[in-house]
C-alpha cells in the first residue's frame, strides 16, 4: 500500500505510511488538516519495522510539534489514533506517554475499529 492521506465524510484523516513512519507524509497530513479545518486523525503505521532508541522516541513529540508549529497548527489541536504494529507496541506506548506528557492527544491502538472509536468518541 502506497502513503495516504485522505479525508474520510464522516469527519476525520486517515493517513498510512507504506514504509513505517515518514516525516514527509505527516507533513502532507498537517497540510491536509490546515486545507480541511480537521484535527481529527488516524495514522497507520503497522508497516513499521525498525525499533527506534528510548532516546529518539522521547524525542519524537517535540519534533513533531515543531513541525506542525513551522506549518501553521498547533499539535495541541490535533486528536490522534495511532495503529501500531504489535510487535513495536511497548515502543508506541512509550511514545503515547512521552506525547501526553506534552499535552498531546495521542492514544495508541492495533485495531482500526478501535482507534476509529476513540477518535470519534467526543464528535458523534
Given amino acids: 500500500m502506497p502513503n495516504l492521506v485522505e479525508y474520510h465524510e464522516s469527519g476525520y484523516l486517515f493517513v498510512s505510511y507504506a514504509d513505517g513512519f515518514s516525516l514527509d507524509v505527516f507533513r502532507q497530513m498537517v497540510?491536509?488538516?490546515k486545507e480541511r479545518?480537521?484535527?481529527?486523525?488516524?495514522?497507520?503505521?503497522r508497516s513499521a519495522v525498525a525499533k527506534f532508541s528510548t532516546t529518539a522516541i522521547y524525542e519524537f513529540p517535540e519534533q513533531l510539534a515543531e513541525v506542525t508549529m513551522q506549518m501553521g497548527v498547533s499539535i495541541t489541536q490535533l486528536k490522534r489514533a495511532v495503529i501500531a504494529p504489535v510487535h513495536?507496541?511497548?515502543?508506541f506506548r512509550f511514545f503515547e506517554t512521552v506525547s501526553l506528557n506534552r499535552s498531546q492527544s495521542v492514544h495508541v491502538f492495533c485495531d482500526v475499529d478501535e482507534a476509529r472509536a476513540w477518535l470519534m468518541s467526543d464528535h458523534a
Avoid at 88 to 91: G, N, P, T
Fill in 37 to 45: 479545518n480537521c484535527f481529527l486523525v488516524i495514522e497507520d503505521v
Fill in 88 to 91: 513495536l507496541l511497548d515502543d
Fill in 31 to 33: 497540510a491536509c488538516v
